[in-house]
């Protein structure tokens, strides 16, 4: 592993930021035993995860990835807003670099940008603390992007080199998530939900042992989950892969 010492200064200034030039994952990268909020980061991930197992590739100078170590203050119960106060610490980041643009929250861890992903979240328990993966798009065109749901901070209007706009964002996210010290905060989810483009929307649910459920979401249970109507009944939904059906 080489570490490049120069990038992200605005970074730097809130945490202890670790920039690599390239690695296969930033997740291999993290020290268990290093500061709260030290994170480690790239824009040049060869072999990146995203949710349930599936890879997450993006060429070189063009993404940010980072890993960034937290140790929630809160009881556990209360870890399951740890992605989406990230995501909407991202989201809040990310509004001002693209004006006019609807930002929000899709549970229970994305971030669109006009309805197209912009923005990643993966949390993985270590022991007493949780490493948070965030995964940008920066840069890339129309044609680099995996599919025609996502999008990058470059097509929805944002200027400036991915060395700028990695700092920013990255920066941004640091400051927000060093601001809010209680996940179980009622005003925090309140701020969630205000952000979630989830909640309203018409879903289709994938469930483990291959259930799905079908309905609208209208809102968030009291650990993070996701409240489902299907057909009058609420289902409360902890895990699962949620589409947006357009």
């Known amino acids: 592993m080489t570490v490049d010492t120069a990038p992200l200064p605005l970074a730097r200034s809130i945490a202890d930021v670790t920039s690599l030039p390239t690695i296969g994952s930033t997740f291999d990268a993290v020290d268990e035993a290093a500061p709260t909020l030290s994170t480690w980061a790239t824009l ?21 990835a980072a890993s960034i170590l937290v140790r929630p203050s809160a009881a556990e119960q209360a870890w399951g807003w740890l992605p989406l106060l990230v995501g909407l610490a991202l989201a809040e980041t990310i509004d001002p670099l693209v004006p006019g643009a609807r930002v929000g929250v899709k549970w229970p861890n994305d971030v669109l940008v006009d309805g197209g992903k912009v923005a990643g979240i993966l949390c993985e328990r270590r022991g007493d603390a949780v490493v948070v993966g965030v995964g940008v798009n920066l840069l890339l065109e129309r044609h680099e992007l995996p599919t025609d749901r996502a999008t990058s901070l470059r097509i929805a209007g944002a200027t400036g080199d991915a060395a700028s706009l990695a700092d920013a964002v990255l920066a941004g996210v640091l400051t927000r998530i060093a601001q809010e010290h209680d996940l179980a905060d009622a005003s925090l989810h309140a701020r969630i939900a205000d952000r979630c483009s989830t909640i309203g929307a018409l879903v289709r649910v994938s469930l483990p042992g291959d259930r799905t459920l079908v309905g609208t979401a209208v809102g968030l249970g009291p650990a993070g989950e996701l409240d489902v109507d299907v057909d009058g009944r609420i289902e409360r939904v902890s895990a699962g892969d949620v589409h947006h059906v357009r």
Do not use: I, S, Y
Not at 47 to 55: H, I, P, Q, T
């Open 44 to 64: 040049d991930q060869r072999a990146g995860r995203g949710r349930l197992g599936r890879e997450w590739v993006a060429p070189a100078g063009r993404c940010l």
